[in-house]
DNA sequence: TTCTTGTCAAGAGCACTGCTCTCGAATGTT
DNA sequence: AACATTCGAGAGCAGTGCTCTTGACAAGAA
Protein backbone atom coordinates (compact mmCIF):
# COMPACT_ATOMS: atom_id res chain seq x y z
CA UNK A 1 0.00 0.00 0.00
CA UNK A 2 2.44 2.98 -1.00
CA UNK A 3 -0.88 5.39 -0.72
CA UNK A 4 -0.80 4.49 3.09
CA UNK A 5 2.75 4.88 3.37
CA UNK A 6 3.17 7.79 1.81
CA UNK A 7 0.44 9.35 4.02
CA UNK A 8 2.18 8.37 7.24
CA UNK A 9 5.22 9.19 5.96
CA UNK A 10 4.21 13.21 5.39
CA UNK A 11 1.84 14.72 7.08
CA UNK A 12 1.41 17.27 4.46
CA UNK A 13 -1.28 19.52 6.23
CA UNK A 14 -1.00 20.99 8.87
CA UNK A 15 -4.34 19.12 10.22
CA UNK A 16 -3.00 15.91 9.79
CA UNK A 17 -0.11 16.80 11.80
CA UNK A 18 -1.70 18.18 14.86
CA UNK A 19 -4.03 15.22 14.59
CA UNK A 20 -1.09 12.37 14.20
CA UNK A 21 0.18 14.48 17.20
CA UNK A 22 -2.67 14.12 19.81
CA UNK A 23 -2.75 10.83 18.80
CA UNK A 24 0.55 10.46 20.37
CA UNK A 25 -0.04 12.26 23.27
CA UNK A 26 -3.01 10.00 24.04
CA UNK A 27 -0.91 7.01 23.48
CA UNK A 28 1.38 8.56 26.03
CA UNK A 29 -0.78 9.44 28.42
CA UNK A 30 -2.53 6.08 28.30
CA UNK A 31 0.66 4.23 28.98
CA UNK A 32 1.30 6.71 32.11
CA UNK A 33 -2.13 5.62 33.44
CA UNK A 34 -1.63 1.42 32.36
CA UNK A 35 1.99 2.35 34.70
CA UNK A 36 -0.10 3.92 37.60
CA UNK A 37 -3.40 2.13 37.38
CA UNK A 38 -3.25 -0.66 35.69
CA UNK A 39 -4.64 -2.25 32.52
CA UNK A 40 -8.50 -2.96 33.64
CA UNK A 41 -8.42 0.85 35.17
CA UNK A 42 -7.25 2.65 32.03
CA UNK A 43 -10.03 4.98 31.89
CA UNK A 44 -10.24 7.05 28.38
CA UNK A 45 -12.21 10.07 30.76
CA UNK A 46 -9.25 10.57 33.04
CA UNK A 47 -6.59 10.37 29.95
CA UNK A 48 -8.95 12.96 28.44
CA UNK A 49 -9.10 14.74 31.81
CA UNK A 50 -5.12 14.57 31.49
CA UNK A 51 -5.16 16.17 27.90
CA UNK A 52 -7.11 18.86 29.11
CA UNK A 53 -9.95 17.93 26.72
CA UNK A 54 -13.07 17.12 26.79
CA UNK A 55 -14.01 12.78 27.54
CA UNK A 56 -15.92 12.75 23.82
CA UNK A 57 -13.45 14.52 22.30
CA UNK A 58 -11.00 11.67 22.61
CA UNK A 59 -13.02 9.45 20.75
CA UNK A 60 -12.47 11.54 17.63
CA UNK A 61 -9.39 9.67 17.56
CA UNK A 62 -9.70 6.78 19.10
CA UNK A 63 -12.44 4.41 18.17
CA UNK A 64 -13.37 3.02 21.98
CA UNK A 65 -11.35 1.96 25.02
CA UNK A 66 -10.12 -1.31 22.93
CA UNK A 67 -8.58 0.18 20.45
CA UNK A 68 -6.55 2.46 22.66
CA UNK A 69 -6.04 -0.64 24.71
CA UNK A 70 -4.44 -2.26 20.93
CA UNK A 71 -2.44 0.68 20.54
CA UNK A 72 -1.13 0.31 23.92
CA UNK A 73 -0.56 -3.36 23.22
CA UNK A 74 1.60 -2.60 20.09
CA UNK A 75 3.66 -0.15 21.56
CA UNK A 76 4.44 -2.22 24.77
CA UNK A 77 5.66 -5.15 21.62
CA UNK A 78 7.86 -3.07 19.81
CA UNK A 79 9.48 -1.87 22.99
CA UNK A 80 10.11 -5.14 24.31
CA UNK A 81 11.35 -6.40 20.70
CA UNK A 82 13.79 -2.73 20.52
CA UNK A 83 15.10 -3.79 23.87
CA UNK A 84 15.89 -6.78 22.71
CA UNK A 85 17.43 -6.16 19.70
CA UNK A 86 19.74 -3.86 20.95
CA UNK A 87 20.60 -6.86 23.53
CA UNK A 88 21.17 -9.65 21.67
CA UNK A 89 23.15 -7.33 19.12
CA UNK A 90 25.68 -6.17 21.95
CA UNK A 91 26.13 -9.98 22.68
CA UNK A 92 29.50 -11.49 21.20
CA UNK A 93 28.54 -12.62 17.59
CA UNK A 94 29.30 -16.30 18.34
CA UNK A 95 28.61 -16.27 21.92
CA UNK A 96 25.15 -18.20 21.65
CA UNK A 97 24.57 -18.88 25.01
CA UNK A 98 25.63 -15.27 25.85
CA UNK A 99 23.55 -14.09 23.84
CA UNK A 100 20.66 -16.24 25.21
CA UNK A 101 21.12 -14.80 28.47
CA UNK A 102 21.48 -11.54 27.03
CA UNK A 103 17.79 -11.96 25.65
CA UNK A 104 16.40 -13.27 29.22
CA UNK A 105 17.99 -10.43 30.87
CA UNK A 106 16.24 -7.57 28.50
CA UNK A 107 13.22 -9.17 28.82
CA UNK A 108 13.28 -9.29 32.80
CA UNK A 109 14.64 -6.07 33.03
CA UNK A 110 12.14 -4.46 30.38
CA UNK A 111 9.67 -6.24 32.58
CA UNK A 112 10.74 -4.95 36.07
CA UNK A 113 10.53 -1.59 34.35
CA UNK A 114 7.07 -1.53 32.91
CA UNK A 115 5.08 -3.93 35.44
CA UNK A 116 2.08 -3.12 33.73
CA UNK A 117 3.09 -3.17 30.11
CA UNK A 118 4.67 -6.68 31.06
CA UNK A 119 1.19 -7.55 32.54
CA UNK A 120 -0.79 -6.42 30.01
CA UNK A 121 1.10 -8.48 26.91
CA UNK A 122 1.91 -11.32 29.09
CA UNK A 123 -0.51 -11.48 32.09
CA UNK A 124 -3.78 -12.10 32.33
CA UNK A 125 -6.02 -11.23 28.93
CA UNK A 126 -8.36 -7.92 30.15
CA UNK A 127 -11.92 -9.47 30.40
CA UNK A 128 -14.13 -8.43 27.29
CA UNK A 129 -10.65 -7.78 24.99
CA UNK A 130 -9.81 -9.58 22.01
CA UNK A 131 -6.75 -8.27 20.73
CA UNK A 132 -7.30 -8.09 16.83
CA UNK A 133 -4.64 -10.44 15.27
CA UNK A 134 -3.48 -8.45 12.00
CA UNK A 135 -2.17 -5.87 14.01
CA UNK A 136 0.01 -7.32 17.10
CA UNK A 137 0.55 -10.60 15.72
CA UNK A 138 3.56 -9.14 14.41
CA UNK A 139 5.38 -7.00 16.83
CA UNK A 140 3.97 -10.07 19.61
CA UNK A 141 6.06 -12.43 17.56
CA UNK A 142 9.62 -10.33 17.87
CA UNK A 143 10.69 -12.00 21.24
CA UNK A 144 10.30 -15.74 20.15
CA UNK A 145 11.55 -15.03 16.26
CA UNK A 146 15.10 -13.82 18.02
CA UNK A 147 14.96 -16.80 20.57
CA UNK A 148 14.83 -19.54 17.64
CA UNK A 149 17.31 -17.51 15.58
CA UNK A 150 19.77 -17.85 18.44
CA UNK A 151 19.14 -21.62 18.30
CA UNK A 152 19.22 -22.00 14.61
CA UNK A 153 22.81 -20.00 14.33
CA UNK A 154 24.05 -22.40 17.00
CA UNK A 155 22.73 -25.30 15.30
CA UNK A 156 24.17 -24.37 12.28
CA UNK A 157 27.05 -23.11 13.91
CA UNK A 158 27.59 -26.38 15.35
CA UNK A 159 26.84 -25.11 18.67
CA UNK A 160 23.89 -26.95 19.82
CA UNK A 161 24.02 -29.67 21.97
CA UNK A 162 21.67 -32.14 20.81
CA UNK A 163 21.93 -34.96 23.73
CA UNK A 164 20.58 -32.93 26.31
CA UNK A 165 17.61 -34.77 27.78
CA UNK A 166 18.54 -38.37 26.05
CA UNK A 167 15.60 -40.84 27.51
CA UNK A 168 12.59 -37.93 26.21
CA UNK A 169 10.57 -38.95 23.19
CA UNK A 170 8.81 -36.89 21.08
CA UNK A 171 4.71 -38.08 20.00
CA UNK A 172 4.10 -37.79 16.43
CA UNK A 173 1.48 -35.12 16.85
CA UNK A 174 4.04 -32.91 19.01
CA UNK A 175 6.26 -33.67 15.95
CA UNK A 176 3.72 -32.37 13.29
CA UNK A 177 3.36 -28.91 15.34
CA UNK A 178 7.16 -28.41 15.37
CA UNK A 179 7.46 -29.47 11.54
CA UNK A 180 4.90 -26.86 10.69
CA UNK A 181 6.77 -23.98 12.58
CA UNK A 182 10.19 -25.32 11.63
CA UNK A 183 8.65 -24.55 7.73
CA UNK A 184 6.87 -21.63 8.33
CA UNK A 185 10.06 -19.82 9.83
CA UNK A 186 12.70 -22.24 7.69
CA UNK A 187 14.68 -23.48 10.44
CA UNK A 188 16.55 -26.29 9.79
CA UNK A 189 16.63 -27.16 13.93
CA UNK A 190 16.02 -31.13 15.12
CA UNK A 191 12.68 -31.42 16.72
CA UNK A 192 14.60 -32.36 20.22
CA UNK A 193 16.19 -28.47 20.00
CA UNK A 194 12.84 -27.21 18.86
CA UNK A 195 10.73 -28.70 22.34
CA UNK A 196 13.51 -27.63 24.11
CA UNK A 197 13.53 -24.07 22.74
CA UNK A 198 9.66 -23.73 23.45
CA UNK A 199 10.12 -24.56 26.97
CA UNK A 200 13.27 -22.35 27.65
CA UNK A 201 10.66 -19.45 26.14
CA UNK A 202 8.01 -20.66 28.73
CA UNK A 203 10.33 -20.92 31.23
CA UNK A 204 11.77 -17.72 30.83
CA UNK A 205 8.55 -16.03 31.24
CA UNK A 206 7.31 -18.09 33.76
CA UNK A 207 10.18 -16.83 36.16
CA UNK A 208 9.74 -13.35 35.50
CA UNK A 209 6.02 -13.51 35.99
CA UNK A 210 6.49 -15.07 39.17
CA UNK A 211 8.66 -11.97 40.17
CA UNK A 212 6.94 -9.44 38.32
CA UNK A 213 3.61 -10.73 39.15
CA UNK A 214 4.39 -11.01 43.30
CA UNK A 215 4.09 -14.67 43.35
CA UNK A 216 7.64 -15.00 45.42
CA UNK A 217 6.28 -13.10 48.11
CA UNK A 218 7.83 -10.07 49.66
CA UNK A 219 10.84 -11.88 51.41
CA UNK A 220 11.19 -15.28 50.29
CA UNK A 221 14.25 -13.86 47.29
CA UNK A 222 16.61 -11.08 47.91
CA UNK A 223 18.42 -12.16 45.43
CA UNK A 224 16.49 -11.90 42.60
CA UNK A 225 19.00 -10.95 40.47
CA UNK A 226 21.53 -13.87 41.22
CA UNK A 227 18.43 -16.05 40.97
CA UNK A 228 17.39 -15.11 37.49
CA UNK A 229 20.94 -15.10 36.50
CA UNK A 230 20.74 -19.15 37.64
CA UNK A 231 17.90 -19.61 36.18
CA UNK A 232 19.22 -18.56 32.59
CA UNK A 233 21.96 -20.55 33.19
CA UNK A 234 20.46 -23.82 33.72
CA UNK A 235 17.90 -22.80 31.16
CA UNK A 236 20.49 -22.14 28.77
CA UNK A 237 22.35 -26.25 29.41
CA UNK A 238 18.75 -27.27 29.20
CA UNK A 239 18.29 -25.88 25.79
CA UNK A 240 21.74 -27.60 24.39
CA UNK A 241 23.40 -24.06 24.30
CA UNK B 1 -8.55 -19.46 69.67
CA UNK B 2 -11.18 -22.35 70.66
CA UNK B 3 -14.25 -19.98 70.41
CA UNK B 4 -13.77 -18.86 67.06
CA UNK B 5 -13.67 -22.70 66.16
CA UNK B 6 -16.59 -23.58 68.19
CA UNK B 7 -18.20 -20.44 66.27
CA UNK B 8 -17.53 -21.83 63.09
CA UNK B 9 -18.27 -25.98 64.01
CA UNK B 10 -21.73 -25.23 65.62
CA UNK B 11 -23.98 -22.69 63.85
CA UNK B 12 -26.34 -22.79 66.58
CA UNK B 13 -28.43 -20.19 65.99
CA UNK B 14 -30.70 -20.11 62.80
CA UNK B 15 -29.52 -16.67 61.84
CA UNK B 16 -26.34 -18.21 61.67
CA UNK B 17 -26.83 -20.40 60.11
CA UNK B 18 -29.20 -18.59 56.95
CA UNK B 19 -25.74 -15.84 57.26
CA UNK B 20 -23.40 -18.67 56.47
CA UNK B 21 -25.57 -20.11 54.05
CA UNK B 22 -26.09 -16.66 51.91
CA UNK B 23 -21.83 -16.14 52.54
CA UNK B 24 -21.58 -19.19 50.46
CA UNK B 25 -24.06 -18.51 48.06
CA UNK B 26 -22.12 -15.61 47.16
CA UNK B 27 -19.09 -16.64 47.07
CA UNK B 28 -20.43 -19.33 44.62
CA UNK B 29 -22.20 -16.50 42.49
CA UNK B 30 -19.08 -15.22 42.63
CA UNK B 31 -17.10 -17.90 41.01
CA UNK B 32 -19.69 -17.91 38.20
CA UNK B 33 -19.18 -14.72 37.13
CA UNK B 34 -15.38 -14.84 37.75
CA UNK B 35 -15.71 -17.47 35.27
CA UNK B 36 -17.99 -15.61 33.05
CA UNK B 37 -16.64 -12.29 33.09
CA UNK B 38 -13.13 -12.42 34.40
CA UNK B 39 -12.01 -10.92 37.75
CA UNK B 40 -11.81 -7.44 36.64
CA UNK B 41 -15.33 -7.31 35.88
CA UNK B 42 -16.42 -8.43 39.24
CA UNK B 43 -19.30 -6.36 39.88
CA UNK B 44 -21.13 -6.40 43.60
CA UNK B 45 -24.33 -5.77 42.20
CA UNK B 46 -24.50 -8.01 39.33
CA UNK B 47 -23.99 -10.20 42.14
CA UNK B 48 -26.57 -8.79 44.14
CA UNK B 49 -28.92 -9.66 41.33
CA UNK B 50 -28.26 -12.86 40.75
CA UNK B 51 -28.56 -13.51 44.61
CA UNK B 52 -32.25 -11.59 43.99
CA UNK B 53 -31.09 -8.99 46.54
CA UNK B 54 -30.65 -5.64 46.21
CA UNK B 55 -26.97 -4.44 46.21
CA UNK B 56 -26.59 -3.25 49.31
CA UNK B 57 -27.61 -6.38 50.52
CA UNK B 58 -24.55 -7.58 50.23
CA UNK B 59 -22.73 -5.65 51.74
CA UNK B 60 -23.92 -6.82 54.97
CA UNK B 61 -22.42 -9.94 54.37
CA UNK B 62 -19.08 -8.67 52.51
CA UNK B 63 -17.48 -5.34 53.48
CA UNK B 64 -16.75 -4.56 50.24
CA UNK B 65 -15.53 -5.56 46.72
CA UNK B 66 -11.70 -7.13 47.45
CA UNK B 67 -13.36 -9.06 50.57
CA UNK B 68 -14.72 -10.87 48.16
CA UNK B 69 -11.79 -11.18 45.85
CA UNK B 70 -10.50 -12.23 48.37
CA UNK B 71 -12.94 -15.46 49.84
CA UNK B 72 -12.50 -16.02 46.06
CA UNK B 73 -8.77 -16.62 46.23
CA UNK B 74 -8.94 -18.47 48.86
CA UNK B 75 -11.59 -20.61 47.54
CA UNK B 76 -9.47 -20.91 44.63
CA UNK B 77 -5.97 -21.79 46.15
CA UNK B 78 -7.41 -24.74 48.49
CA UNK B 79 -9.70 -26.77 45.39
CA UNK B 80 -6.11 -26.41 43.30
CA UNK B 81 -4.41 -27.62 46.80
CA UNK B 82 -7.29 -30.25 46.79
CA UNK B 83 -6.84 -31.23 43.11
CA UNK B 84 -3.19 -31.56 43.41
CA UNK B 85 -3.19 -33.22 47.22
CA UNK B 86 -5.62 -36.00 45.33
CA UNK B 87 -3.40 -36.41 41.93
CA UNK B 88 0.10 -36.96 44.40
CA UNK B 89 -1.71 -39.19 46.35
CA UNK B 90 -2.35 -41.69 43.52
CA UNK B 91 0.88 -42.07 42.03
CA UNK B 92 2.62 -44.25 43.37
CA UNK B 93 4.40 -44.24 46.29
CA UNK B 94 8.21 -44.65 45.94
CA UNK B 95 7.88 -43.15 41.87
CA UNK B 96 8.69 -39.02 42.89
CA UNK B 97 9.28 -37.94 39.12
CA UNK B 98 5.07 -39.46 38.81
CA UNK B 99 4.40 -38.15 41.66
CA UNK B 100 6.03 -34.41 40.17
CA UNK B 101 4.32 -35.35 36.69
CA UNK B 102 0.84 -35.86 38.70
CA UNK B 103 1.52 -32.78 40.06
CA UNK B 104 2.05 -30.94 37.35
CA UNK B 105 -1.05 -32.22 35.16
CA UNK B 106 -3.25 -31.60 38.18
CA UNK B 107 -2.32 -27.79 38.25
CA UNK B 108 -2.49 -27.92 33.90
CA UNK B 109 -5.83 -29.30 34.31
CA UNK B 110 -7.39 -27.10 36.93
CA UNK B 111 -5.97 -24.31 35.52
CA UNK B 112 -7.31 -25.38 31.49
CA UNK B 113 -11.10 -26.11 33.80
CA UNK B 114 -10.89 -22.45 35.61
CA UNK B 115 -9.23 -19.74 33.86
CA UNK B 116 -10.49 -17.00 35.45
CA UNK B 117 -9.43 -18.66 38.77
CA UNK B 118 -6.29 -19.62 37.38
CA UNK B 119 -5.47 -15.77 36.34
CA UNK B 120 -6.80 -14.50 39.55
CA UNK B 121 -4.19 -16.67 41.41
CA UNK B 122 -1.33 -15.99 39.24
CA UNK B 123 -1.60 -13.91 36.98
CA UNK B 124 -1.51 -10.13 36.40
CA UNK B 125 -2.36 -8.38 39.93
CA UNK B 126 -5.99 -7.10 39.98
CA UNK B 127 -5.16 -3.42 40.24
CA UNK B 128 -5.95 -1.95 43.53
CA UNK B 129 -6.37 -5.13 45.15
CA UNK B 130 -3.94 -6.47 47.60
CA UNK B 131 -4.06 -9.55 49.06
CA UNK B 132 -4.17 -9.61 52.66
CA UNK B 133 -1.14 -12.18 53.42
CA UNK B 134 -2.77 -13.39 56.88
CA UNK B 135 -5.54 -15.13 55.27
CA UNK B 136 -3.80 -16.33 51.73
CA UNK B 137 -0.43 -17.54 52.30
CA UNK B 138 -1.86 -21.02 54.11
CA UNK B 139 -3.60 -22.24 51.59
CA UNK B 140 -1.74 -19.92 48.77
CA UNK B 141 1.42 -21.59 49.39
CA UNK B 142 -0.17 -25.58 49.37
CA UNK B 143 1.59 -26.23 45.62
CA UNK B 144 4.57 -25.44 46.42
CA UNK B 145 5.26 -26.72 49.68
CA UNK B 146 3.54 -30.12 48.07
CA UNK B 147 6.33 -29.69 45.44
CA UNK B 148 9.43 -29.40 47.62
CA UNK B 149 7.53 -32.28 49.26
CA UNK B 150 8.44 -34.34 46.45
CA UNK B 151 11.96 -33.14 45.79
CA UNK B 152 12.63 -33.59 49.83
CA UNK B 153 11.54 -37.21 49.79
CA UNK B 154 13.38 -37.95 46.53
CA UNK B 155 16.32 -36.77 48.14
CA UNK B 156 15.89 -39.00 51.69
CA UNK B 157 15.37 -42.25 49.57
CA UNK B 158 18.61 -41.53 47.53
CA UNK B 159 16.61 -41.33 44.11
CA UNK B 160 17.62 -37.25 43.47
CA UNK B 161 19.99 -36.91 40.84
CA UNK B 162 22.89 -34.59 42.21
CA UNK B 163 24.68 -33.86 38.97
CA UNK B 164 22.72 -32.02 36.45
CA UNK B 165 23.93 -29.24 35.70
CA UNK B 166 27.78 -29.33 37.11
CA UNK B 167 28.76 -26.03 35.71
CA UNK B 168 26.35 -23.82 37.32
CA UNK B 169 27.20 -22.53 40.11
CA UNK B 170 25.00 -20.85 42.99
CA UNK B 171 26.37 -17.36 44.22
CA UNK B 172 26.57 -16.16 47.97
CA UNK B 173 23.32 -14.22 48.08
CA UNK B 174 21.49 -16.67 46.70
CA UNK B 175 22.55 -19.35 48.54
CA UNK B 176 21.48 -17.30 51.71
CA UNK B 177 18.16 -17.40 50.24
CA UNK B 178 18.05 -21.00 49.83
CA UNK B 179 19.22 -21.83 53.40
CA UNK B 180 16.51 -19.61 54.67
CA UNK B 181 14.00 -21.13 52.99
CA UNK B 182 16.14 -24.65 53.91
CA UNK B 183 15.72 -23.74 57.80
CA UNK B 184 12.13 -22.35 57.42
CA UNK B 185 10.60 -25.72 56.03
CA UNK B 186 13.26 -28.26 57.87
CA UNK B 187 14.42 -29.28 54.49
CA UNK B 188 17.78 -31.28 54.19
CA UNK B 189 17.66 -30.61 50.42
CA UNK B 190 21.40 -29.28 48.88
CA UNK B 191 21.42 -25.75 47.29
CA UNK B 192 21.41 -27.19 43.56
CA UNK B 193 18.51 -29.12 44.11
CA UNK B 194 16.33 -26.28 46.10
CA UNK B 195 17.06 -23.83 43.05
CA UNK B 196 16.46 -26.67 40.38
CA UNK B 197 12.96 -27.18 42.13
CA UNK B 198 12.36 -23.27 42.27
CA UNK B 199 12.88 -23.11 38.73
CA UNK B 200 10.68 -26.42 37.57
CA UNK B 201 8.20 -24.37 39.93
CA UNK B 202 8.53 -21.43 38.04
CA UNK B 203 8.96 -22.89 34.79
CA UNK B 204 5.17 -25.84 35.08
CA UNK B 205 3.23 -21.88 35.82
CA UNK B 206 4.90 -20.47 32.88
CA UNK B 207 4.16 -23.06 29.95
CA UNK B 208 0.45 -23.61 31.79
CA UNK B 209 0.05 -19.13 31.38
CA UNK B 210 1.26 -19.40 28.13
CA UNK B 211 -1.50 -22.02 27.07
CA UNK B 212 -4.25 -20.43 29.24
CA UNK B 213 -3.65 -16.81 28.98
CA UNK B 214 -3.57 -17.69 24.98
CA UNK B 215 0.18 -16.80 24.34
CA UNK B 216 0.72 -19.78 21.62
CA UNK B 217 -1.58 -18.42 19.44
CA UNK B 218 -5.04 -20.26 17.76
CA UNK B 219 -3.22 -22.80 16.44
CA UNK B 220 0.46 -23.17 16.60
CA UNK B 221 -0.06 -26.28 18.70
CA UNK B 222 -2.19 -28.26 18.59
CA UNK B 223 -1.08 -31.06 20.31
CA UNK B 224 -0.90 -29.00 23.88
CA UNK B 225 -1.44 -32.40 26.03
CA UNK B 226 1.87 -33.97 24.67
CA UNK B 227 3.49 -30.79 24.30
CA UNK B 228 3.22 -30.56 28.39
CA UNK B 229 4.01 -33.84 28.62
CA UNK B 230 7.21 -33.28 27.18
CA UNK B 231 7.95 -29.86 29.26
CA UNK B 232 6.99 -31.86 32.32
CA UNK B 233 9.81 -34.72 31.28
CA UNK B 234 12.19 -32.66 30.59
CA UNK B 235 11.56 -30.60 33.81
CA UNK B 236 11.53 -33.85 35.98
CA UNK B 237 15.09 -34.49 34.20
CA UNK B 238 16.15 -31.09 35.30
CA UNK B 239 15.23 -30.83 38.38
CA UNK B 240 17.03 -33.97 39.15
CA UNK B 241 14.26 -37.01 39.16
C1' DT C 1 -12.96 36.95 -0.99
C1' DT C 2 -16.90 34.41 -0.09
C1' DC C 3 -18.92 29.94 0.42
C1' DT C 4 -19.08 25.12 1.20
C1' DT C 5 -17.37 21.22 3.31
C1' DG C 6 -15.27 18.60 6.71
C1' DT C 7 -13.31 18.39 11.33
C1' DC C 8 -13.37 19.32 15.98
C1' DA C 9 -14.62 20.09 21.09
C1' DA C 10 -18.31 20.55 24.13
C1' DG C 11 -22.14 19.04 26.68
C1' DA C 12 -26.15 16.32 27.73
C1' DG C 13 -27.66 11.91 28.45
C1' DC C 14 -28.06 6.58 29.18
C1' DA C 15 -26.75 2.62 31.62
C1' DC C 16 -23.55 0.77 34.48
C1' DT C 17 -20.24 0.46 38.63
C1' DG C 18 -18.68 0.71 44.09
C1' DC C 19 -20.16 2.31 48.15
C1' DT C 20 -22.79 4.87 52.10
C1' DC C 21 -26.67 6.18 54.49
C1' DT C 22 -31.31 5.90 56.47
C1' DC C 23 -35.60 3.69 57.36
C1' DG C 24 -38.79 0.21 58.32
C1' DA C 25 -39.61 -4.65 58.85
C1' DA C 26 -38.47 -9.14 60.36
C1' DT C 27 -36.24 -11.93 63.71
C1' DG C 28 -34.34 -13.77 67.98
C1' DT C 29 -33.67 -12.97 72.96
C1' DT C 30 -35.11 -11.74 77.50
C1' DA D 1 -44.92 -8.74 75.54
C1' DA D 2 -40.89 -5.65 75.21
C1' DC D 3 -36.41 -5.02 73.63
C1' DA D 4 -32.36 -5.44 70.74
C1' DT D 5 -30.26 -7.04 66.81
C1' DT D 6 -30.14 -8.01 62.13
C1' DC D 7 -31.50 -7.51 57.63
C1' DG D 8 -33.30 -5.81 53.02
C1' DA D 9 -34.92 -1.91 50.42
C1' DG D 10 -34.25 2.41 48.50
C1' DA D 11 -32.13 6.83 47.71
C1' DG D 12 -28.10 9.01 46.69
C1' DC D 13 -23.04 10.30 45.38
C1' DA D 14 -19.25 9.91 42.37
C1' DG D 15 -17.22 7.52 38.96
C1' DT D 16 -17.12 4.72 34.33
C1' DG D 17 -17.82 3.72 28.75
C1' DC D 18 -20.14 5.35 25.11
C1' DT D 19 -23.59 7.95 21.92
C1' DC D 20 -25.76 11.83 20.16
C1' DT D 21 -26.51 16.60 19.00
C1' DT D 22 -24.92 21.27 18.73
C1' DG D 23 -22.12 24.92 17.60
C1' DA D 24 -17.41 26.72 16.44
C1' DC D 25 -13.65 26.66 13.47
C1' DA D 26 -10.44 25.92 9.64
C1' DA D 27 -9.19 24.25 4.87
C1' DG D 28 -10.02 24.27 0.21
C1' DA D 29 -13.15 25.70 -3.98
C1' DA D 30 -15.74 29.16 -6.59
Chains 1, 2 share one sequence.
Do not use: C
Not at 31 to 49: K, Y
Request: glycine share 10%; aromatic share 8%.
Amino acid sequence: MPSLETKKAKPATPRERARAQTLVDIVRIGREHLAVHGAAALSLRAVARDLGVVSSAVYRYVQNRDELLTLLLIDGYNELGDQVDAAVAAAPEGDFAGQFRALGRAVRQWAIREPASYALLFGSPVPGYQAPGERTTAPGTRVIYRLVGIFEAAQRAGALNAEVSPGVVIPPDLAADLEAIRAGLGLSLPDEALARGVLAWTSIFGAISFEVFGQYGPDTFKARDELFEHQLAVLAGVAGL
